[in-house]
C-alpha cells in the first residue's frame, strides 16, 4: 500500500487548524439507508456481490492501512475486526437476502472508514441542486451542453437551490436563499467561512448575476446588475472578487449567438468592475492557487483549429502575469477545467470535458513542473474513461505507467459512473466529486429522464461514498468551513478611474533575447518583430451565416478582425523592447530583412494598464517559457526605453481586409494580362473582382444551392480554392502562401497542427503570390513595391482575412424573431459597440452600451412591421401596448404554473415559460409547439393558461393558440 505523501500530510496538519472537527456521524433517515443501498448496488456493476462483497473487504483493509498512517487518524482496530468477521460469513452465507444484507454490512463499515479520514474535518458541504440548462433544436438556445452555450442566461432553468448539507444522505439540508425561485452556477466560501459568493438567475430573468449570502442564510445581498451574465465568482486573498462575465459584450468568433464570458475584477460590493482578460474566446471556472494565483480555463484559436484548444491558464487576481499553466499545444484532454489546488501541492485537480458536452466528464491531475503539453505532468484519476470527445492519445498518459509518479496506484472500477464532474481536493488522494451514473450523450434536447449528478467521497483509488443525490444535479461541492487565505499578490496595476473617460496607460512587453531557445535559422535571419492586434468579435449576425461564423472573417478558419500595430527592430543582443495598448489581444510575428513573417506566434498575449513584462523568445511551448523574466537593464533594448512600434504607413487604426490590402493592388499590377479574357494569363487565373459561384456548405443544413457566396473571387482561388471544413488540407498549397487552418494535417489526428509551426512554414516567404510580384520575371516582368507591397505582404502575414473592421461596419444589424425573444442583449453588427475592458458601464444596461439607434435594412424593417401586426391580429394587442408592456419599470413577475393542450390533454411547459419571461407582462411566444417536443393534443384545439403574480397579486389567463402573451394589469 502506497503511503500518504508528505506533501498530503502537510495539508492534513493545515486543513485541521483550520475546520472544525466532525462530530460522530448522525443516524441515518430510512430514505438515507435506501439511497446508500441502492448505490452500493449500483456500484456493483456486472459484479456477482458474493465477489464484489469480498473485494470491498480487501479495498476497505487497504483503505484503513492508508488512513491509519495519517497523523490525526483514529485507530481502526474495531472496523477492522468487523471485517475479519464478515469475511468469515461470506462462504456460509445463503439466498440473495443474506448475501445482499452481507455485502450492506461490509460498506457500512467501510464508510466509516473513510469517514474516519482526518481530511475530512468539516461536517457540512456547500454545493448547489440545479436543473440542466434547457435548449431546443432549431433556434439560438440548441447544442445546450456546449462549453460556452451552457451557461448563457437564456439556457437557465428555474428550480436550483444552494445547499448546505451534512455528509450522510438525507441530512438536514438548508437553502441558503430560502424561497428565491431560479438558477445557480459555482459558489465560493469566503475565507473566513462566514460567508458566500454564488452566481445566481432569478426565475423570470435572462442573466446570472452576483449574490453574497451570509452562512446562515438571513442575508442576500446583490452585488452586481444589467443585461449581461456575472460567472463563477471566487473570493480573492486582496479582498476582491474574481468571476466571468459577458461585459466585454463578445460573441465567440464560431457561435455568433453565443457570448464569450472574460475574466474581471470587482471590490468586495461589487463596485468597481473591470475586465481583465485580452480574450475574444470565453474563459472559465477561476480559483486561486495555493500561492495566490488565479488558474481558469481559456478557449482560443489564433491560427489554430477553433475546435481542441481549451487549457489552463494562470494570472495575478489583479490580470497581469497571464501565463500558461498547462496544455496550450495539447489536444487532448479536450477542455481542461473545474481546476482546483490540491493542498500543499503545486499539482492541480481537473475535469476533462467535451467541447460539446460540458456534462461528460474524466477527472485528472496535472504537474506542470513535469512539462506543459500531453503527455507530461497529465494523470488521468479516473482510468476506465477516455476523455470526452477526443478519446484518449498515445500514450494515454505519461503517469499511468510511471513508478515514480504519485499517485501511484490500483484503480478499481465502481458500476456504472461514465461521467465525473466538479471535484474539490482534499488531499493528493480525496477529493468531493459529483458523478452521473449513466451517460448524458451530445443531444441538443433536455430530457427529464437524463441521469442527473449525485455528491461523492472519492479517492484516487477509486472508493467512493455517497454523500448527496439531489433533485436535480448536486454538484459544484466544497467543505463550508473556515479554510486557508493564500498570500495575497500586491496589486501592480495602474487603474483608470471609470467613468472619468482617461485613456489607460500604456504597458511595456520586452525581451532580453527573442532568440533564446529558437531555432538557429532565426537568429540569422530575424530583423524585426511585428506586432498584431485581433480584435474581439463585439459584432455577431446572430446565426450562422457561413460555416461557423457570422459575419464570416475568413473562408478557411473562424477568424477575427486582424490590425498591425507597428514594428519593431532586433538589437543586435536579441533584445526588444515596446510600449503596447492594455487590454488588446496581442501576438508577434519575427521579419527578415525583408520585412516577411518567418516565425509566427499561433497564440496571444497582451499586458495591463502600467505593466511590464517580458518573454524569453519565440520558443515552443517549454517549462523555461513560464513566469515573467527580470528586464536587464544592460540589454540594448531597455538602455534606449520602451518605443511605440513604428506603424505601418496606413496607421495601426486600420483593420487588415482583402477589398482594401489586395483587390487595388491586383488591379493597379495584373489587371494588364490576368483582367484580359484573350490573355493566356486569364485562362490560369482571372483576377477579375467578381461574385463566386461556390455552393457553400453549411454547419446545419449541408447545401443551400440558392444562396450567394459571401466571398469573391479571386479571393477563394488564392486562398486555396473552395477550402472546405472538414477535409484534409495537407496537399493544400495556396498561391498566397496562407495557412490553411481548418481541417489541416492534425486536426483529427496527434493535435501536431497545434504546435509552434517551424520557421518558412507558410505566409509571405513561401507566397507564389509575393515572389510573382516582386520577383521582376513574371509575366509583364511586374515589381511591386512600396506600400501596394506593403499592403498584399501584410494581408499574407495575417493569414488572408477577407473582412476588416470597415467592411462588417458597412452591414446591417439583424433581424429575426429569436434575436427579439431570446437574447438579453441586442444582437448588432453595425452599432456593434467598442468596448473599454477598464471603462464598462457598471449598471450592465447594454442598450445604453451601445448608444446608437439600430440600422436595419428595409426587408427587416418591413419584417418587424409584420411581426407586429401578427401579434395585433391574433390577439389584439396593439404594438403601443406590447412596448408599454416592455418598458414598464418595477414590474416583478413570477410565473407559478403554465400548461399547454387541449381541455383534457396538457403539458406542463412552467420551466419553459418562465424562461422566456422577462419581469415584463410581455412574454414573446411565437409559437406555442416550441414549449414542448410533443404535440400534447394531436388534432385537436390547444390554449395556453398561464397562472402567475404580478407585483405580489395573482393572476390567470388563458390564450388561443399562438396569440400574442400580454398579461393584463394588476
Known amino acids: 500500500m502506497i503511503k500518504m505523501s508528505r506533501i498530503a500530510i502537510v495539508a492534513i496538519v493545515s486543513l485541521a487548524f483550520i475546520c472544525t472537527m466532525s462530530p460522530a456521524a448522525s443516524a441515518l433517515t430510512p430514505t438515507g439507508q435506501e439511497q ?17 462483497t469480498a473485494l470491498e473487504i480487501t479495498w476497505a483493509r487497504n483503505l484503513a492501512e492508508r488512513l491509519g498512517a495519517l497523523k490525526g487518524c483514529k485507530s481502526l482496530k474495531t472496523e477492522l475486526a468487523t471485517l475479519a468477521k464478515l469475511e468469515k460469513k461470506i462462504s456460509g452465507a445463503k439466498g ?21 479520514n482526518p481530511l475530512i474535518n468539516f461536517d457540512k458541504v456547500i454545493m448547489i441542486d440545479n436543473p440542466y440548462p434547457m435548449g431546443k433544436g432549431g433556434d439560438a438556445t440548441n447544442e445546450w451542453k456546449h462549453e460556452a452555450r451552457h451557461r448563457n442566461g437564456y439556457m437557465g432553468v428555474p428550480g436550483g437551490r444552494l445547499l448546505v448539507a451534512g455528509l450522510d444522505p438525507d441530512s438536514e439540508a438548508k437553502n441558503l436563499f430560502g424561497d428565491r425561485k431560479g438558477s445557480f452556477w459555482r459558489p465560493d ?7 458566500v459568493i454564488v452566481s445566481f438567475e432569478p426565475a423570470g430573468e435572462k442573466a446570472y448575476h452576483l449574490y453574497e449570502v451570509d452562512k446562515d442564510g438571513k442575508k442576500v445581498t446583490q452585488l452586481t446588475f444589467g443585461d449581461y451574465d456575472d460567472l463563477d465568482p471566487i473570493y480573492t486573498p486582496d479582498g476582491k472578487i474574481t468571476f466571468c462575465t459577458s461585459r466585454a459584450h463578445t460573441y465567440v468568433r464560431c457561435m455568433p449567438m453565443t457570448h464569450a464570458y472574460a475574466v474581471a475584477r470587482c471590490d468586495a460590493n461589487g463596485k468597481n468592475i473591470y475586465v481583465v482578460s485580452r480574450n475574444g474566446e470565453a474563459e472559465y471556472m477561476a480559483s486561486v492557487l495555493n500561492d495566490g494565483r488565479v488558474i481558469y480555463t481559456r478557449w482560443e484559436y489564433t491560427e489554430k483549429a ?45 475535469t476533462g470535458l467535451g467541447h460539446h458536452d460540458w456534462f461528460a466528464g474524466c477527472l485528472g491531475i ?20 477516455a476523455w470526452p470527445e477526443v478519446g484518449d492519445g498515445k500514450p494515454a498518459c505519461e503517469n499511468e505507467t510511471d513508478k515514480n509518479s504519485s499517485p501511484a ?25 459529483s458523478a452521473v451514473n449513466g451517460q448524458i450523450g451530445h443531444t441538443n434536447q433536455f430530457s427529464a429522464r437524463s441521469p442527473k449528478f449525485s455528491l461523492y467521497l472519492m479517492d484516487v483509488y477509486g472508493n467512493r461514498e455517497l454523500i448527496r443525490k439531489g433533485t436535480h444535479n448536486a454538484y459544484y461541492a466544497m467543505p463550508f468551513c473556515k479554510r486557508p487565505t493564500p498570500k495575497a499578490i500586491p496589486d501592480r496595476v495602474d487603474w483608470p478611474k471609470i467613468g472619468s473617460g482617461a485613456k489607460p496607460a500604456d504597458g511595456i512587453l520586452y525581451s532580453n533575447d527573442v532568440f533564446s531557445n529558437a531555432p538557429k535559422i532565426l537568429r540569422e535571419k530575424g530583423k524585426y518583430i511585428r506586432v498584431l492586434q485581433m480584435d474581439p468579435k463585439n459584432y455577431t449576425t446572430w446565426h450562422k451565416t457561413v460555416q461557423h461564423d457570422g459575419p464570416a472573417i475568413s473562408v478557411f478558419q473562424a477568424d477575427g478582425v486582424k490590425r498591425i500595430l507597428g514594428t519593431v527592430p532586433i538589437e543586435k543582443d536579441g533584445s526588444i523592447a515596446m510600449k503596447v495598448p492594455p487590454g488588446q489581444s496581442l501576438f508577434f510575428q519575427m521579419l527578415d530583412e525583408k520585412k516577411q513573417a518567418i516565425h509566427v506566434m499561433r497564440s496571444f498575449t497582451g499586458v495591463m494598464p502600467g505593466e511590464v513584462r517580458g518573454c524569453f523568445g519565440c520558443h515552443e511551448s517549454k517549462l523555461v517559457t513560464r513566469g515573467n523574466p527580470t528586464a536587464t537593464s544592460t540589454s540594448i533594448a531597455m538602455k534606449k526605453g520602451p518605443k511605440k512600434p513604428v506603424e505601418p504607413s496606413w496607421g495601426y487604426n486600420t483593420s487588415i481586409s482583402y477589398a482594401r490590402f489586395v483587390q487595388p493592388v491586383l488591379d493597379k499590377h495584373c489587371a494588364k494580362c490576368h483582367n484580359d479574357a484573350k490573355h493566356k494569363a486569364y485562362a490560369k487565373l482571372n483576377m477579375t473582382l467578381r461574385p463566386s459561384k461556390h455552393r457553400w456548405r453549411d454547419h446545419s443544413t449541408q447545401t443551400r444551392p440558392g444562396d450567394v457566396s459571401p466571398f469573391t473571387e479571386p479571393y477563394l482561388t488564392l486562398v486555396g480554392g473552395k477550402c472546405q471544413w472538414g477535409r484534409n488540407k495537407s496537399k493544400v498549397k495556396p498561391l498566397s502562401g496562407v495557412y490553411v487552418v ?10 501536431s497542427d497545434l504546435k509552434t509551426l517551424a520557421p518558412y512554414t507558410s505566409f509571405s516567404p513561401k507566397s507564389k503570390l509575393i515572389e510573382n510580384a516582386t520577383s521582376g520575371k513574371h509575366g509583364n516582368k511586374v515589381k511591386v513595391t512600396g506600400e501596394d507591397l506593403e499592403r498584399l505582404v501584410a494581408w499574407v502575414d495575417a493569414n488572408g482575412p477577407y473582412l476588416g473592421d470597415e467592411e462588417i461596419r458597412e452591414m446591417y444589424d439583424p433581424y429575426t424573431p429569436t434575436v427579439i425573444s431570446i437574447p438579453q442583449v441586442r444582437p448588432r453588427v453595425a452599432t456593434a459597440p467598442v468596448i473599454n475592458r477598464f471603462d464598462i458601464r457598471q449598471d ?30 391574433t390577439k389584439k394587442v396593439t404594438p403601443a401596448e406590447i412596448q408599454a408592456a416592455m418598458n414598464e419599470k418595477n414590474v416583478k413577475l413570477v410565473i407559478t404554473k403554465a400548461s399547454y393542450g387541449s381541455k383534457d390533454q396538457r403539458a406542463d411547459v412552467t420551466d419553459q415559460v418562465a424562461r422566456w419571461a422577462q419581469n415584463c407582462r410581455y412574454i414573446p411566444l411565437l409559437r406555442y409547439r416550441d414549449l414542448t417536443s410533443k404535440d400534447p393534443a394531436r388534432g385537436k384545439v390547444k390554449t395556453l393558461t398561464i397562472e402567475y403574480t404580478l407585483n405580489g397579486k395573482p393572476g390567470k389567463m388563458t390564450y388561443p393558440d399562438n396569440a400574442t402573451v400580454v398579461l393584463p394589469k394588476n
Not at 497571464?322 to 496544455?327: E, K, L, N, R, S
Not at 447594454?846 to 401578427?870: I, R
Request: aromatic fraction near 10%; hydrophobic fraction near 35%; glycine fraction near 8%.
Open 36 to 52: 446508500l443501498e441502492a448505490d452500493w448496488l449500483m456500484q456493483c456493476g456486472k459484479t456477482p456481490i458474493t465477489e464484489r
Open 96 to 116: 440473495e437476502e443474506a448475501i445482499k444484507k452481507l455485502y450492506f454490512e461490509v460498506r457500512t463499515v467501510k464508510r466509516a472508514i473513510m469517514f474516519s
Open 189 to 195: 466560501v469566503h475565507f473566513s467561512g462566514d460567508k
Open 306 to 350: 477553433l475546435w481542441r484548444v481549451q487549457s489552463l491558464w494562470t494570472m495575478n487576481p489583479d490580470g497581469t502575469n497571464v501565463q500558461i499553466f498547462w496544455g496550450n499545444q495539447s489536444r487532448w484532454p479536450d477542455v481542461l477545467t473545474e481546476a482546483r489546488a490540491i493542498p500543499g501541492s503545486n499539482r492541480v485537480m481537473f
Open 366 to 385: 496535472i504537474d506542470p513542473n513535469k512539462g506543459l503539453d500531453y503527455p507530461k505532468g497529465l494523470t488521468k484519476v479516473t482510468p476506465q474513461l
Open 409 to 433: 496506484r490500483k484503480y478499481h472500477e465502481n458500476g456504472g459512473f461514465l461521467a465525473y464532474k466538479t471535484p474539490y481536493p482534499l488531499s493528493e488522494e480525496d477529493f468531493l466529486c
Open 742 to 751: 481548418e481541417s489541416y494535417d492534425g486536426n483529427r489526428g496527434d493535435g
Open 844 to 873: 450592465g444596461n447594454s442598450e445604453k452600451v451601445a448608444g446608437v439607434p439600430l440600422k436595419l435594412t428595409k426587408e427587416a424593417q418591413a419584417a418587424k412591421a409584420k411581426d407586429l401586426e401578427l401579434m395585433k391580429k
